[in-house]
């Protein structure tokens, strides 16, 4: 009886304190939104500078993810907004525009005055209406550390004939989130679910049965009206996972590309990003992988005219009956998770074994030895279909700590579905990576030099005072004099893992866990500085 009870006290004080770090959390989690709005604030006089339209001709867009990229409803021109991007040690966010047009192969740079305020993760819908508009909903703001968020509850439209940006003022709408989805129905907007995050903490909002609220472009109002029923997927071969990307594809087809499949170990999280295509046709309810075919048809029709040409039969008697042509061999292979890989290999004939090819054949440098262009797997990266073409631009992927975020851009023809064009090439071994600080100092420069660390002092006071009023007969493990966080949390993680896990409820993810102890960690840390 004794252990027993001894056992529940500790279980409800570990309780306890996990409630005082949770609120602790929670207000300097307010403090820190009213800091992004005020950084927010600032930027926005930076932009209210613009006063005319500027179009400038450019370089394809710096590298970025979770921007958006639309295919101009009326032009053959993709739209991209948006966007960030980080080196290590600082996140950039963005709220440029840029158009690519597709028959000059060229990027525009679109300065328009009173644009929305840089954000990513948002949601842009392109529709015909008064010469084409182009509407954003939502999206996130991030400090330069990466650690605090803040999301909008926006509506924006950009007046494509006239080059205007308009916010629409709707009441009632959605509340603030990213990672969202918003399409184009009839003349309305329909948009489902997103994510919520204020600090590390995530609030996820995926209810399956959520009943998605529209607006109704002509009177922009939203529209909370009609049943929502989960569909079921019979047979869904593509792998599970996130940070995948989606786009309408012809014939009332989705599509889907990449994202990343993450395999949680003991204290470590890998993730496996995919380079994978997969449609979905409502139809007959059901997935299939987009396969590429190859360009082999093309290539054997090529050579059936060579054998009509006036002239081929003499060339042929000339290098004699033992010189047949160079059999070419197409294979498609299926890995495990889906992905489709066309393997193109041109032998030769067995009677010419060790002879090097003939320089008459045109076609043998081009089928020879040449590797299959494809995008390399990716996150994040941003779609769009124009003319049943598949664009695809930017995005990211981990090589061991490193985060490379991408700047190319490919092509895929949906119809012919033969091979990927590389329009923009970039090679991430050339981008830039900052390491990680090794103090808090750098940290605090870093943030300042964003404009996001004015009141840092302040506040740590505040809430230094309110530990000490708060915090009675607590002991945890106690801050070394000098000690950085990024020492500290190794040091002391075991504890906070295992206090966490005594607060959290039975079967929580150990993500949720771990996410809930560094938070906690934090903030006594920072409480204690």
């Known amino acids: ?157 950009l007046h494509l004939a006239t080059k205007t940006w308009e916010q629409v003022r709707s009441p009632g709408g959605p509340s603030g989130r990213s990672g969202h989805r918003m399409v184009a129905w009839k003349r309305q907007l329909i948009l489902f679910g997103g994510f919520h995050e204020s600090t590390r903490l995530h609030l996820l909002q995926r209810r399956v049965h959520l009943r998605p609220g529209h607006l109704d472009l002509d009177q922009a109002v939203p529209v909370r009206d009609g049943a929502h029923a989960p569909v079921g997927l019979p047979d869904v071969r593509h792998s599970p996972g996130s940070g995948f990307s989606v786009a309408a594809a012809p014939n009332h087809q989705t599509l889907l590309f990449g994202g990343v499949c993450d395999e949680e170990e003991e204290e470590s999280l890998q993730g496996d990003f995919l380079n994978d295509l997969y449609f979905y046709d409502p139809a007959r309810n059901r997935w299939f992988a987009g396969q590429l075919k190859g360009p082999k048809a093309e290539k054997r029709r090529r050579r059936r005219g060579k054998r009509a040409e006036p002239g081929t039969a003499d060339k042929q008697e000339v290098e004699g009956p033992g010189a047949p042509e160079p059999l070419e061999v197409v294979r498609e292979v299926v890995s495990e998770a889906g992905t489709v890989v066309t393997i193109k290999q041109v032998l030769a004939a067995p009677s010419s074994a060790g002879r090097p090819a003939s320089d008459d054949d045109e076609d043998s440098p081009d089928e020879a030895g040449v590797p299959t262009v494809e995008p390399r797997p990716r996150s994040n990266a941003m779609l769009a279909v124009k003319h049943g073409r598949l664009y695809l631009y930017g995005g990211m992927f981990e090589a061991g700590d490193r985060q490379v975020t991408l700047s190319d851009l490919y092509c895929l023809d949906l119809h012919k579905m033969d091979a990927w064009t590389a329009l923009v090439e970039a090679d991430p071994e050339n981008q830039e990576w900052l390491e990680e600080t090794d103090s808090e100092e750098d940290s605090d420069e870093v943030e300042g030099a964003e404009g996001g660390g004015e009141d840092d002092e302040d506040d740590e006071d505040e809430e230094e005072e309110e530990e000490e009023d708060d915090d009675g007969g607590e002991h945890h493990p106690s801050v070394m004099p000098g000690e950085p966080l990024v020492d500290y949390l190794p040091r002391t993680e075991q504890y906070w893992v295992k206090l966490a896990r005594e607060a959290a409820a039975p079967g929580a993810q150990e993500k949720r866990v771990l996410r809930s102890a560094q938070a906690m960690a934090k903030a006594f840390f920072e409480a204690s500085a």
């Not at 979770?66 to 963005?94: M, R, W």
């Not at 084409?132 to 924006?156: C, K, M, N, T």
């Open 1 to 157: 009886m004794g252990k027993k009870g001894k056992k529940e006290k500790k279980g409800r004080g570990a309780e306890k304190t996990a409630a005082k770090m949770e609120k602790k959390v929670s207000k300097r989690s307010r403090k820190e939104e009213e800091d992004l709005e005020a950084l927010i604030a600032h930027f926005q006089t930076l932009d209210a500078r613009r006063t005319q339209v500027v179009e400038t001709p450019c370089s394809p867009p710096s590298p970025r993810l979770n921007a958006s990229l639309s295919a101009h409803p009326e032009k053959d021109e993709l739209i991209l907004f948006g966007g960030e991007y980080f080196n290590g040690q600082k996140t950039l966010l963005y709220n440029e525009l840029y158009t690519y047009s597709i028959r000059k192969d060229a990027w525009t740079k679109v300065d328009i005055p009173n644009p929305p305020p840089r954000r990513c993760a948002h949601q842009a819908v392109a529709v015909p209406q008064g010469g084409g508009q182009l509407w954003i909903f939502g999206g996130e703001f991030a400090s330069p550390d990466g650690e605090q968020f803040y999301h909008y509850r926006d509506l924006w439209v």
